[in-house]
């Protein structure tokens, strides 16, 4: 390998962007708060969820979702009695302003919330050719948006169609688990707002978190287990047409 | 020795490969930045800038320090459950300084069918109402007080909070 003149001049502007980040610094760190001291998850009991969609509002106001995408959403899944194999699922506007009202021909109806299931061993972050989507030490699946080149990769990569790319940034975007609440000590700002309680954050490390006396009392499933990708958010009273 | 004669070339060679080795490293440390590889193949400043962003829902236990007598009604009722921006939406900037910006009045109607309009995929035991049929185009608060919401006959005049409804 030989440094030309071209080849200099082609790495000077990358070695000016590197720069900017290298003189801002790393910036404060929430204190108190210790990396390795949680493992984040999240608990979404299916039987409780009414479908309003205040977790999709409130998910797009508290991390500037831009319209038409969605971090979490919701879906309505309507399993007919001769057909549990074809479930039809709709999911209008994510489930943002709610659901029309169902017309049904018997079979069972629910809802589904879905978001990032923040996967211990995750495609998306294995597929990332930077380094700009990763599994953080306290479990939580980020983009590091100045960073990311917006090539995609991740966003096919993810079994559960949680990725999209914001039109504004052209980069990379998903559920963050509301990384700058959960680390002040907040819920997300979608468990804060669900009104049933249907969704729960939890923390796999703390003891003390209720999360460990449901999983020991409850059956509860993953999305795609056979994909085996760890995924942490955990769903109880789930049906096997879910998808 | 005479197959070492002609190690001048050689020399050379060696010349030009340790200072492409220097540029190599030279340049990866200018360009990699400073945090990368903290804490596994990214930039760990990453993790202390998302956390940086500034939250917009205050979470109840902030609405609660000052709203004590909302706090009183809801637990009378079912709604004790639902924090308060559910309904009230992100008030975080309230709940940091409560004059620079007020909850917006709430239109009852809207906000109540959202979580009551009857949906055949709502769980059965989840209080629902075909809203047309129930009220008949009436607002819900005209007989439900949304804090404490079962209708309790010669309550509901006092069961209004004393910052209810206040703009």
Redo the contacts between chains.
């Keep these: 390998?030989?440094?030309t003149r071209r080849r200099l001049l082609m790495?000077l502007p990358?070695?000016a962007v590197?720069?900017k980040?290298?003189l801002a610094?790393?910036?404060?760190?929430?204190p108190n708060?210790k990396?390795t001291e949680h493992w984040w998850s999240m608990l979404i009991d299916i039987?409780?969820?009414?479908?309003?969609?205040?977790c999709v509002r409130?998910c797009a106001?508290?991390n500037d979702v831009p319209e038409g995408n969605y971090r979490t959403w919701i879906e309505?899944?309507?399993v007919a009695d001769w057909k549990i194999e074809r479930p039809q699922v709709e999911s209008p506007d994510g489930g943002k302003y709610?659901?029309p009202?169902?017309v049904?021909d018997g079979g069972k109806?629910?809802?589904v919330p879905k978001l990032c299931n923040h996967c211990a061993d995750s495609p998306c972050t294995q597929v990332c050719p930077v380094?700009?989507?990763?599994?953080?030490?306290d479990g939580v699946v980020?983009v590091?948006k100045?960073?990311c080149l917006g090539c995609r990769y991740c966003v096919q990569a993810c079994p559960y169609g949680c990725r999209f790319i914001n039109p504004k940034t052209n980069t990379a975007e998903k559920c963050?688990l509301c990384?700058?609440?959960i680390?002040?000590g907040?819920?997300t700002?979608c468990c804060?707002?669900?009104?049933?309680?249907a969704r729960q954050l939890a923390d796999l490390k703390n003891p003390k978190d209720p999360i460990h006396e449901f999983l020991r009392t409850h059956t509860v499933q993953v999305l795609k287990p056979h994909m085996a990708t760890g995924a942490k958010v955990f769903y109880n009273g789930m049906d096997g047409s879910v998808r | 020795m005479k197959s070492f004669k002609d190690i001048e070339h050689l020399l050379r060679l060696a010349v030009?490969i340790a200072?492409?080795v220097i540029?190599?490293v030279v340049?990866r440390e200018?360009?990699?930045?400073?945090?990368?590889g903290q804490?596994?193949?990214?930039?760990?400043?990453?993790?202390?800038?998302?956390?940086?962003?500034?939250?917009?829902?205050a979470?109840?236990a902030a609405c609660e320090a000052c709203h004590t007598d909302v706090v009183d009604q809801k637990k009378l009722g079912k709604h004790v459950?639902?924090?308060c921006?559910?309904c009230h939406?992100?008030l975080a900037r309230h709940a940091e300084d409560p004059t620079s910006m007020q909850p917006k009045k709430l239109d009852t109607a809207v906000l109540c069918a959202?979580?009551h309009?009857?949906?055949?995929?709502?769980?059965p035991g989840?209080p629902q109402v075909?809203t047309a049929d129930h009220s008949g185009g009436l607002a819900c608060d005209t007989c439900h007080q949304p804090h404490r919401p079962k209708i309790e006959t010669g309550k509901i005049a006092s069961g209004k909070s004393e910052t209810e409804g206040k703009k």
């Design positions: 390998m030989d440094i790495l990358a070695a590197a720069w980040y290298v610094g790393t910036p404060e760190a929430s708060y990396l039987p409780k969820c009414i479908g309003c969609g205040s409130a106001e508290e309505r899944y309507h709610g659901f009202p169902q049904g109806n629910f809802f380094g700009a989507t990763f599994v953080t030490p980020l590091d100045n960073y963050s990384y700058h609440r680390t002040k907040l819920t700002a804060e707002v669900c009104p049933t309680g | 030009v200072i492409a540029a190599f340049l200018a360009v990699v930045p400073r945090s990368f804490y596994g193949h990214y930039r760990g400043a990453a993790i202390p800038e998302t956390a940086a962003r500034p939250i917009a829902f979470g109840h459950v639902v924090a921006e559910a939406g992100a959202r979580c309009e009857a949906n055949s995929a709502k769980p989840f075909a």
